[in-house]
């Protein structure tokens, strides 16, 4: 491997060919995510991160469009869970994060302010959020 002057890298031997060199970030949240990440392996803050992306539990609209309603019905705009999504939030989520490890190492819950959302958050990371379950924290 032998530079080959600026923007370019030839490769000797057999299969020898000029390769691009990668183009320098030129937008500035190329240049600002190249920066934060220098920064953090220099000081260690690079350390692995879990996302997890939950979907809400069944809402009410899901029930009503089974049951005729239409998905224009205004209703259905910001509705709350159903029963069964009461349950999905309360047992299914939290026995999903402890299969994945995360039971109470959260550092970050964003959630959408749609009420179905935020009450899938509410009822089955309340222990996570509130610190540890209990009254708020």
Known sequence: KKTNGPGATKLVGPTAHVRPDPPTPTTPMQRYNDTTMAAAHRTGAASK???????????????????GLRRTDPVLTDCYLSDRGVKQAQSSLPARMADLGLGGDVELVCVSPLTRAVATAALGLGNVICGGGGGGG
């Open 49 to 67: 991160k879990t996302v997890v992306l939950i979907r809400h539990g069944e809402s009410l609209a899901q029930t009503a469009r089974r049951n």
